[in-house]
C-alpha cells in the first residue's frame, strides 16, 4: 500500500513565525501536491513537484514556498505565518502517468493554527 | 481548465442507490474522469477512475455518456458508513511537465438510518 505521512496532525503557531510542514511518501512517486482545504472551498492546490528540486504554482501560492530536495520528500513553507493560513493541510503523490489524470494518495493531513 | 460542478449536498438513507451527478464542459480529449472519498479528518481516497461509457469496481460505478460532458457516480445500497465527501474531478496539465487535477468543492453525502 502507498503511504503518505506528515510530519504532525496538528499544530499551533503564532503569527510571524516560520512554519514547515513536511510529507514523505513511499511508493517512488515522481509528483508530490500540497493543498489546503478549508470549509465551503474543497481543496485548493497550493504547489506541486513533478520531480526533485522542480516545482510549479497552483492556484494559491501566494504566502507559501516549497522544497523537494529527495524524491520521498516535499516540504511545504510558510515564511512567515499569518491567521489566514489556518486551515487543514494536505499532502498527496501520485505516479506520473501518460494520461492527465494521475490517481493521487492522500496524507492524513495538518491541521495548522496560527494564533 | 476543465472545472467542475457537483450538488453541494445530498441525502439518502441506508440501503439506497445514491447517484451524484458532475458537470465537466470542458474535459479535454485525453482527460480521465476520477471520484475520490473523503471521511472527517482523513484525506481524500480514490474511488474511481474512467475514460468513457460505464466502469465497475467494488465500491462503485461510473457512468460517462459519449459526450463526456458530464458524468455519474453511483453507490450502490448505502449504508452510514459512506458519509462523506465526493469529489470529481478531470485531469488539467500545466506547467513544464507536470501533471495535476482540479478539485472542486464535492458533493457532501448524508446517510441517515
Known amino acids: 500500500d502507498v503511504k503518505v505521512t506528515q510530519s504532525s496532525r496538528y499544530l499551533v503557531k503564532r503569527t510571524g513565525e516560520k512554519v514547515f510542514l513536511e510529507c514523505v511518501q513511499d511508493?517512488?512517486?515522481?509528483?508530490m501536491f500540497w493543498y489546503r482545504q478549508d470549509p465551503g472551498l474543497g481543496l485548493r492546490l497550493i504547489y506541486f513537484?513533478?520531480?526533485?528540486?522542480?516545482?510549479e504554482k497552483g492556484d494559491i501560492p501566494e504566502g507559501y514556498s516549497v522544497s523537494r530536495e529527495k524524491k520521498e520528500r516535499f516540504s511545504l513553507i510558510l515564511e512567515s505565518a499569518s491567521t489566514n493560513q489556518t486551515s487543514m493541510y494536505l499532502c498527496?503523490?501520485?505516479?506520473?502517468?501518460?494520461?492527465?489524470?494521475?490517481?493521487?494518495?492522500f496524507g492524513p493531513g495538518t491541521r495548522l493554527t496560527v494564533l | 481548465l476543465a472545472k467542475t460542478t457537483q450538488p453541494i449536498s445530498m441525502d439518502s438513507y441506508e440501503g439506497q442507490e445514491v447517484n451524484i451527478t458532475c458537470s465537466h464542459n470542458?474535459?479535454?480529449?485525453?482527460?480521465?474522469i476520477t471520484w475520490y472519498q473523503q471521511f472527517p479528518s482523513q484525506g481524500p481516497r480514490f474511488i474511481i477512475q474512467?475514460?468513457?461509457t460505464k466502469v465497475t469496481n467494488e465500491v462503485a460505478s461510473l457512468f460517462i455518456p459519449a459526450d463526456r460532458k458530464s458524468s455519474t457516480l453511483s453507490l450502490p445500497r448505502v449504508s452510514l458508513s459512506d458519509t462523506a465527501v465526493y469529489y470529481c474531478?478531470?485531469?488539467?496539465?500545466?506547467?513544464?511537465?507536470?501533471?495535476?487535477?482540479?478539485f472542486g468543492a464535492g458533493t457532501r453525502l448524508f446517510v441517515k438510518a
Open positions: 513537484s513533478y520531480d526533485v528540486k522542480m516545482k
Open positions: 498527496a503523490s501520485s505516479r506520473r502517468t501518460s494520461g492527465t489524470t494521475d490517481t493521487q494518495y
Open positions: 474512467g475514460y468513457k
Open positions: 511508493m517512488d512517486h515522481e509528483n
Open positions: 474531478l478531470v485531469g488539467d496539465r500545466r506547467g513544464t511537465g507536470g501533471f495535476k487535477t482540479i
Open positions: 470542458n474535459i479535454a480529449t485525453n482527460d480521465y
